[in-house]
């Protein structure tokens, strides 16, 4: 049996999904029975909503050892796609707790139940900095300490470390570094960050645009390149997949043409996002709300990383899905 974490989230909701359609079966952990809706609704959105019924829940928290022990009963196979994904720098210490904990936790369990194969959903946001030669960033690319990062990107990197420790204690393991990654445009909004946040964010008449650029990738090629990884003989390594590297004006005006909604017409140069980051903060501490722009977020919007996924089509002959073409075609479901 294969047990999933992060089951109610983007990624593991298709994860569960995927796998079922495959003959997998799977065993999901939850926090809170409310949240397993949004898994449902993930599959009724593919008009798979009977499959919903074959996954095995199991109340259980990364954070809570007891609760995890039962979920590796009759496990071979785990993925951990749990985390929490925050910019906000008052999560530091959650982020620190729920990721590089819970990954130590999950990865102690899986050695201490001789787990077959462990597959860790890290983030592009882990892998290293460039040097000033380098063009691109790569599976191989050293993490700099000296370098800034975000609490989020030192916190996956803290869980890659885990998994690396326990390669060292025998454990086979994947790690997959997914860029960002674009889901479907559900009538009803399902999930509350990532892709889903942004199209919201079009569709509510975004008025700004940067060029800076990252990695993207659509969310079925993530589940499906994650599934093939774990059924090879492949182990030990880590993969960096993004379909392509985009400018965010370019993925942005993609959105607004498929929602047909007007185009982001301010490009918003870094001094400017410099200026709202800050006032960002200001007024998300007068008026005790989430922070929606930060420091971290306003200097990764006009960064221009280039990512390689060279390593994946070498070992998979992966063909990435287009990115432009996915975001129109699931717009129609
Ligand atoms: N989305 C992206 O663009 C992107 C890009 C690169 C990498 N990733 C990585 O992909 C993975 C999945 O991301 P996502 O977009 O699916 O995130 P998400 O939609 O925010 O889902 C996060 C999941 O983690 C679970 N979780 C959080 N804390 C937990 C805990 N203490 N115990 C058990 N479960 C816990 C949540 O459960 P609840 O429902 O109980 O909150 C939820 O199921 C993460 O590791 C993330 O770092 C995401």
């Known amino acids: 049996m294969v047990l999933v974490t992060g089951g109610t989230g983007l990624v593991g909701a298709h994860l569960l999904l995927h796998l079922i359609e495959n003959g997998e079966n799977v065993r999901a952990i939850y926090r809170n029975q409310n949240n397993i809706q949004k898994t449902k609704s993930v599959f009724e959105l593919y008009k798979k909503g009977d499959l919903f019924e074959k996954i095995n829940w199991l109340e259980a928290d ?32 959650s982020l620190r707790k729920t990721n590089i904990e819970g990954t130590a936790n999950m990865v102690n369990f899986s050695i201490a139940k001789e787990i077959k194969k462990f597959c860790f959903v890290s983030s592009i946001a882990a892998l290293g900095d460039i040097a000033p030669h380098e063009t691109y960033i790569t599976e191989e690319t050293d993490w700099n300490p000296e370098k800034p990062h975000s609490d989020y990107a030192i916190s996956k990197y803290g869980a890659e470390m885990e998994v690396w420790r326990g390669l060292q204690e025998g454990l086979n393991v994947i790690i997959i570094n997914p860029g960002v990654i674009l889901g479907p445009i559900p009538k009803t909004k399902i999930f509350e960050q990532g892709s889903s946040e942004l199209y919201q964010k079009v569709a509510n008449g975004l008025s700004f645009y940067t060029l800076g650029n990252t990695g993207f990738i659509a969310i079925t090629d993530v589940v499906r390149i994650a599934h093939e990884l774990m059924k090879s003989t492949i182990k030990n390594e880590r993969f960096t997949l993004i379909a392509d590297n985009i400018i965010f004006r370019d993925i942005l005006n993609t959105i607004a043409d498929t929602l047909k909604v007007k185009k982001p017409g301010i490009h918003a140069k870094p001094l400017l996002m410099n200026f709202l980051w800050i006032a960002d903060a200001i007024f998300s501490t007068l008026f005790f709300q989430k922070r929606s722009i930060t420091k971290a977020t306003a200097k990764a919007s006009y960064s221009k990383n280039l990512y390689s996924n060279e390593k994946i089509k070498t070992a998979l002959g992966t063909v990435f899905l287009d990115v432009h073409q996915y975001i129109k075609d699931v717009s129609k479901l």
């Open 62 to 93: 990364i954070l809570d050892v007891p609760s995890l022990e039962n979920a590796f009963i009759n496990i071979d196979y785990v993925y951990h796609c749990a985390a929490l994904i925050s910019f906000d720098p008052k999560d530091e210490d």
